[in-house]
């Protein structure tokens, strides 16, 4: 897995910087057939998807269009005996079927992701799991289907935007328990999707809809990503809601190259710390995971001079930054900013060997490129820059702007070879 956000990076034709994106829109939830349902509507061809469907588990797998709510949508029912299923035994039935070696293993690591949330939910062992509605026929053709069906689409990056998880209380044979259901909030606390309860009572986010879309884009944001729209598809859900009960999903392009970094924005504010303080505050951020620090000047109630603390984080580091910031500057508390994302662009290091004042010098540059190679920017470690240009007694702007010369005459040398 990879990329963007999950995201699985195709291979595609070579020079060209046209990506294409899948976004999963949830705003009525999700489950296996809706998923199914979205990317044959989008486009997944119905007859290559049922196959393999059928072909995976003892199923009846039946296909067609609706309204709902006034939206027209692709409805897949999967007609299946019930029968509780071990981990082992429902591992060897995706094993057996005769099917492509890409969709057995992303199918393989979607009921990986399902038995591991099952595990810590009930303390047991994952050879000691029983499966029952997760684990029926019904639950392994729908993954089978949605893993054929997006690599029929043949897309770059995954996407989704918020997913709604419904309200109120399920029954469980566990007892009354809240929405959503044990399993189903271990897959999205594990992978950080980001959900929103509503916009009705009743579970909307199936443990299946959970892993499926966990496993392809591993992440959430509240907007779509830029992107060209192409096309649009519905895939319909059984329950009659007040509102269209369906799941968007849309493919667009994007030519932008960059990859999507997740990040939290974390702030407070501060007015009684001193310069020396915050100046050891971040160094101490930056040693234990901040990607970024910013100390801004600010003028607060009765006119009090201050300080906005502004961190950059990936989600996983937030927790631990913040304790650190309070800790160190006795702030009561510190904002979470919405999960967010920043593009960024490759990086790479290589060294350039440069002639400076008669004498040949090796310094490192720093190269930054999109995903298809196309070099943004080259600049010198101004570290080493700095201490040749001291040792030389020449200024330190004369030594980078050798540096990136060498370096990009290098690059365009390459590139014409």
Same mark, same amino acid.
């Not at 060209?228 to 509102?243: K, M, N, Q, S, W």
């Not at 996983?316 to 508390?333: F, M, P, Q, V």
């Not at 990086?347 to 190679?373: L, M, N």
């Given at each position: ?38 990317? /044959? ?44 299923? &071990?981990?082992?035994? %429902? ?22 992701? /399902? &038995? ?25 053709? $729908? ?30 044979? @566990?007892?009354? %328990? ?46 779509? #990503?830029?992107?060209?729209? +192409? ?35 974390? +702030?407070?504010?501060?007015? $009684? ?14 040693? /234990? ?18 300080? %906005? ?31 967010? @994302? ?7 290091? +290589? ?43 020449? #200024? ?22």
């Amino acid at each position: 897995m990879m990329t963007w956000w999950y995201i699985r990076v195709a291979k595609r034709a070579p020079f060209t910087n046209v990506m294409t994106i899948l976004a999963f829109q949830p705003f009525s939830g999700a489950s296996g057939d809706m998923i199914v349902g979205s990317l /044959i509507d989008l486009g997944a061809d119905a007859s290559t998807v049922q196959e393999s469907m059928e072909a995976a588990a003892n199923v009846k797998v039946e296909i067609h269009k609706v309204i709902k709510s006034g939206i027209r949508a692709t409805q897949v029912n999967v007609v299946a005996e019930e029968k509780p299923l &071990a981990y082992r035994e %429902l591992i060897n039935v995706l094993r057996s079927c005769k099917l492509n070696s890409r969709i057995v293993a992303d199918a393989n690591a979607i009921f990986e992701i /399902i &038995a591991n949330a099952e595990a810590v939910t009930h303390g047991v062992k994952k050879d000691e799991l029983k499966f029952h509605k997760i684990g029926a026929q019904d639950a392994i053709a $729908d993954i089978v289907g949605a893993c054929t069906a997006v690599s029929l689409l043949n897309v770059d990056s995954i996407f989704t935007t918020p997913i709604f998880v419904g309200g109120g209380s399920l029954e469980t044979d @566990h007892g009354l %328990l809240p929405i959503p259901a044990p399993a189903t909030a271990a897959i999205l606390s594990k992978h950080h999707l980001i959900t929103r309860g509503g916009p009705v009572e009743g579970e909307l986010l199936t443990p299946t809809g959970a892993a499926i879309l966990a496993f392809f884009t591993g992440t959430s944001d509240v907007f779509l #990503p830029q992107m060209t729209i +192409e096309r649009v598809g519905y895939g319909a859900g059984f329950r009659d809601l007040p509102h269209s009960n369906v799941l968007r999903a849309t493919l667009g392009q994007s030519d932008d190259g960059l990859l999507r970094d997740d990040v939290q924005v974390l +702030e407070t504010n501060v007015d $009684d710390v001193t310069g020396e303080v915050l100046g050891n505050l971040i160094e101490g951020l930056l040693e /234990i995971g901040a990607l970024d620090v910013a100390i801004i000047p600010t003028t607060g109630k009765k006119s009090r001079t201050g300080h %906005l603390i502004q961190v950059i984080a990936r989600p996983a580091d937030s927790h631990r930054l913040i304790k650190k910031i309070i800790e160190e500057t006795g702030s009561l508390g510190v904002r979470i900013m919405p999960t967010r @994302h920043r593009l960024i662009a490759l990086r790479r290091s +290589e060294a350039v060997t440069v002639r400076i004042c008669s004498e040949f010098h090796t310094i490192s540059v720093k190269i930054a490129t999109d995903q298809h190679g196309t070099v943004l920017n080259v600049a010198a470690e101004f570290g080493e820059a700095a201490k040749l240009a001291k040792r030389l007694g020449i #200024p330190v702007k004369h030594v980078i702007r050798v540096a990136e010369q060498e370096a990009w005459a290098q690059l365009n040398t390459s590139k014409h070879d």
